[in-house]
């Protein structure tokens, strides 16, 4: 079996999902194929060839033989592939350009992994920009949505992290399902698989290579409803998956940073050219949770602003607000530090508020789906 | 033409009785001294030559010889200054051999015959008495700190008055009386009553001083980190009179002992800059293994600003003293064991910029940000209980006038905790909650069912370790202490948990 999986040449960024693929395969087609892809077939001539013909046996030739021990080395990488025809194959990244004719998959199927929002940006982020995403995806994962991201280090990781903490995350590889790039992510991506998913499009064993990574962003804004860019420069990946995002129709989001901020340069690009504006994480989940209610990805959410808190909880609860210290919510409640200290830490412990290095913050609303 | 007298040198903090004969004999006059004496020993000569003229007698041109036994023992210090010069006189027939025996002798020799003060008197004088002599001859400046040990002490200011002694002269010897010493009112650096606002903060130093806990802030520059500390030894409960000795050996053989002060009744604050070596932390040195900021914190605080910013070596070392609360240092010849029961409280910023967490934008990358935190490995900060962010104080609330509990309203309470504590710790075989061993925390926190649930559901969301798990559950205990409660209730883990910043920002 080769181990070089090239860019198919000519590819000119679309193609449709072959009639044949779009029917049930048998598990001896389904092997051919992934043999097929290991041999160095990319997607674009994978779809051509099968688009020629109805059934997928035709076009496997001597590769239908390598089928079983295929599927035997995906098993054995924990990971299964997963075709067009398939349930779990979703709806979303079937109706975008060029989807992939194959994914190879590791955790959860991916259908019960919707409604997702992707949240991509620079992996030279700055702190401030990680910890944002952070929380953005820690919002968007408690409201019961999947956050989508490529894995990379920076926003990618924040966002990832983030949403782990509430919910699941998906991420999608440039590279085989059996590497980790960067390696430093090893643990997190053992995280990801456990609740979430992982996801590429490169058969086993294939290494990071720049053009992968274009390729990828592809998938990560077709599997999400919503794109969020957080932190980018011009001339970068997140602004790529943000002009595919618009290519199939995604709604983009984006965040300010400080105008001289140059790792900000392509996200002040995207706001000037209409991409719409996150002020805070509550906003950003309340608009993707409308857009995911009006294309009928879920059932209509309710904001638990009716908090079922009593006496000094309540008291505490409302003297925090934005970055309030604790002295400060000593005076306004008029309790005592130990008590505020207390109630805080088991307002934290039930979500309602979060503390960021010496100040609190209310968590303004809780949005969980019915 | 023999003469044998007691003098004494530092070993470690201790000291060690050294047996002084001198021998005149007829020959070329030289002075010879054996029995390992180092420089400062050697150069003894000069001086005893000197002050032996200048207090009015001859010295004796013949072949003198010194013998400092035990003659294996490395002999430092100018301590033995006086012993010299008086066993020269005596052997020289000044004097009978007789005025020598059962005192002992210390004291460093001027060149006009003055003596003058030395390290380690209070020690001499323990060595003394364990020797089983009747009494200390020292520097009139040393004679206060030398009576502590229980010995009557004869203080001289020339080698005149102590030959005065030797040939039989009384004096009535200087008294000390350590119980008014110690009870007379400590003189504190700082008061926590000057400290506006911040009442986390100083929340957080009433439980640190009342379990024994060590502490970590964090917080940007000008959060008042510095003055939090110095707060510190002042709520502590006061020095028992052993625990003073401890820190007056050990300070006055460094020679750290303040002018007039015969007793040290506060404990220690030290606060090394973060250029200093490892050595200059634990202690060493190649020819006198010098106690180092540890060990002269020993009973008191060490505070570390800038923690991050000591050398790797430095933090690492600071390890197994934590644990043990005495440091050996070990060299090619000799090993010596310190005490190092001190309090750690150390402080940083958030992150390298200072603003991480304020309201102004930190411009950290995050690998930077990661660097700056693997600085501290996490064994070390494994054995510090309490870590906590601390903001800055706005410049309206340091005008509002809140002036809270005063440091010895503090102390008072500290010290009730500690000695309703004391009783349970002593099954133990420890003196403070930071010690408690962690298999026997659970038996001592006495959960019940509504804690133990508060405690798991915690453990789960800030996904604290076992070793977290501990630490928490050692800070409720103490906090349970200070509202004097047998048990650990929910509110006291609720509040112990705010206490652990570390773990909390490690999720993010």
Redesign the interface.
């Known amino acids: 079996m080769t181990r070089t999986w090239l860019p198919d040449p000519g590819w000119t960024g679309s193609w449709v999902l072959p009639a044949a693929l779009k029917q049930p395969l048998l598990e001896r087609e389904r092997g051919g194929l992934v043999a097929l892809s290991c041999a160095g077939m990319g997607p674009a001539r994978l779809a051509e060839a099968i688009a020629k013909v109805d059934r997928v046996d035709t076009v496997l030739g001597g590769f239908a033989a390598r089928s079983k021990s295929a599927l035997g080395m995906l098993s054995r990488l924990g990971a299964r592939a997963v075709v067009p025809s398939d349930d779990e194959y979703p709806d979303q990244l079937a109706a975008i350009d060029a989807p992939p004719p194959l994914l190879f998959v590791r955790g959860r199927p991916l259908n019960e992994l919707r409604p997702a929002v992707a949240i991509v940006g620079a992996r030279a982020c700055t702190t401030g920009a990680g910890r944002f995403a952070g929380r953005l995806g820690a919002s968007f994962a408690e409201a019961g949505l999947v956050v989508v991201s490529g894995l990379a280090r920076g926003i990618d990781a924040a966002a990832h992290h983030g949403a782990l903490r509430e919910g699941s995350t998906v991420a999608v590889l440039g590279t085989g399902i059996d590497v980790c790039y960067p390696a430093e992510h090893l643990e997190l991506a053992g995280r990801i698989a456990s609740s979430g998913a992982i996801v590429t499009e490169f058969p086993p064993g294939i290494g990071p290579r720049a053009w992968h990574f274009p390729s990828r962003n592809r998938i990560i804004s077709g599997l999400a409803i919503a794109v969020v860019i957080v932190e980018a420069g011009t001339r970068s990946g997140a602004l790529i998956t943000a002009g595919f995002a618009l290519d199939q129709g995604r709604e983009v989001f984006a965040c300010t940073t400080g105008p001289e901020n140059p790792a900000g340069a392509g996200v002040r690009e995207l706001l000037k050219d209409g991409a719409r504006l996150i002020v805070d994480p509550d906003q950003a989940v309340a608009d993707v949770l409308d857009l995911a209610q009006m294309q009928g990805h879920c059932a209509p959410v309710r904001a638990t602003d009716e908090l079922d808190l009593k006496g000094d909880l309540r008291l505490v609860y409302e003297a925090t607000t934005e970055g309030t210290t604790i002295d400060h919510i000593t005076t306004t409640s008029g309790l005592d530090v130990k008590r505020v200290s207390s109630l805080l830490s088991e307002l934290e412990l039930d979500g309602y508020v979060e503390c960021e290095g010496s100040r609190w913050r209310r968590l303004e609303r809780r949005i969980v789906r019915t | 033409m023999l003469a044998r007298a007691m003098g004494a040198v530092l070993h470690g903090v201790d000291a060690v009785p050294v047996t002084v004969e001198v021998d005149l004999a007829s020959g070329l006059p030289t002075f010879t001294v054996v029995g390992l004496p180092d420089a400062t020993v050697q150069e003894a000569r000069d001086r005893v030559r000197s002050a032996i003229t200048h207090s009015d007698h001859k010295y004796p041109m013949c072949r003198i010889t010194a013998n400092l036994a035990p003659s294996d023992l490395r002999k430092q210090g100018a301590g033995l200054d006086l012993v010299l010069a008086l066993g020269i006189l005596t052997a020289d027939g000044k004097a009978h051999q007789k005025g020598l025996e059962g005192r002992l002798f210390c004291g460093e020799l001027g060149l006009n015959g003055e003596v003058r003060p030395v390290r380690g008197a209070l020690q001499a004088a323990e060595a003394a008495r364990s020797a089983g002599l009747g009494e200390i001859v020292c520097p009139a400046r040393n004679a206060g700190e030398a009576a502590l040990a229980g010995l009557p002490a004869i203080g001289v200011s020339s080698l005149k008055e102590a030959l005065e002694i030797v040939r039989g002269r009384t004096t009535a010897p200087t008294t000390s009386d350590a119980g008014a010493m110690l009870a007379a009112p400590a003189r504190t650096d700082f008061d926590i009553a000057q400290i506006r606002?911040?009442?986390?903060a100083?929340?957080v130093l009433e439980v640190a001083a009342a379990g024994g806990h060590n502490v970590l802030f964090?917080?940007p520059p000008g959060?008042g980190k510095t003055l939090l500390a110095r707060a510190l030894p002042g709520i502590l409960p006061a020095l028992s009179l052993n625990e003073a000795l401890e820190v007056t050996r050990i300070h006055s053989a460094v020679g750290l002992l303040p002018m007039g002060e015969a007793l040290i009744s506060r404990r220690p604050f030290r606060a090394p800059h973060h250029g200093v070596s490892a050595a200059g932390m634990v202690g060493g040195g190649s020819a006198w293994a010098r106690p180092g900021e540890i060990t002269l914190a020993h009973r008191g605080v060490l505070f570390m600003d800038e923690f991050p910013e000591f050398p790797r070596s430095v933090l690492e070392a600071l390890r197994q003293p934590l644990e043990d609360g005495v440091v050996t240092i070990t060299r090619a010849r000799q090993s010596t064991t310190y005490p190092a029961r001190f309090m750690l409280v150390a402080a940083m910023n958030?992150?390298p910029c200072g603003h991480?967490?304020?309201?102004r934008?930190?411009?950290?990358?995050?690998r930077t940000?990661d660097i700056y935190r693997q600085r501290l490995s996490g064994p070390l900060l494994d054995r510090i209980d309490i870590h906590i962010?601390?903001?800055r104080v706005e410049a309206a609330?340091l005008l509002t006038d809140t002036s809270g509990p005063s440091s010895a309203d503090v102390r008072t309470r500290v010290e009730e905790t500690r000695r309703m504590g004391a009783e349970h710790l002593r099954a133990f075989g420890v003196t403070c909650n930071a010690e408690i061993p962690s298999g026997c925390l659970l038996e001592v926190c006495r959960l019940d069912e509504r804690s133990g649930a508060?405690l798991t559901?915690?453990a789960d969301?800030h996904r604290l370790s076992a070793r977290s798990v501990h630490r928490v559950l050692r800070v409720a205990k103490t906090?349970a202490d200070i509202e004097g409660r047998e048990s650990v209730g929910r509110?006291?883990i609720?509040?112990a948990?705010?206490y652990r910043?570390v773990e909390?920002e490690e999720?993010?």
């Open positions: 606002d911040q009442d986390v100083k929340r964090s917080g959060s958030p992150c991480l967490g304020t309201d934008p930190c411009r950290c990358p995050p940000l962010n601390v903001g609330e508060v559901k915690a969301r906090i509110d006291d609720l509040e948990i705010t910043m909390r999720r993010s």
